[in-house]
């Protein structure tokens, strides 16, 4: 599914791509690390990076969206619907 134009995280994008492309960098740094065969704890440390600036990306996209498309759809019938596909998403963003 597309977002539309009334796409709640639209409004962070740029912080959101700004965000990624450091992440990308990290990953990066970490396949260099790997090349270069550099101390296990080092490379783990950076790889606890990674996921923690991922995370925040996820949650930022995650408030996003329940302040704007689950919020619009509280007054709609389609409350139950964005509710339901709410508790799936926290489900997969917790695993």
Known sequence: MKCDSNCSYL??????LRRLKKIEGQ????????EEEKYCVDILVQ????RAALNKVG???FED?????V????????RDEKISELVD?????IK
């Open 11 to 16: 409004e962070s994008k740029e912080n959101i």
């Open 27 to 34: 990953v990066k740094g970490i396949q260099r690390m790997i």
């Open 47 to 50: 790889i606890a990076a990674v």
């Open 59 to 61: 949650l930022i996209v």
């Open 65 to 69: 969206h329940t302040r704007g498309c």
């Open 71 to 78: 919020a619009q759809a509280m007054d709609t019938e389609k």
């Open 89 to 93: 998403v926290i489900f997969k963003f």
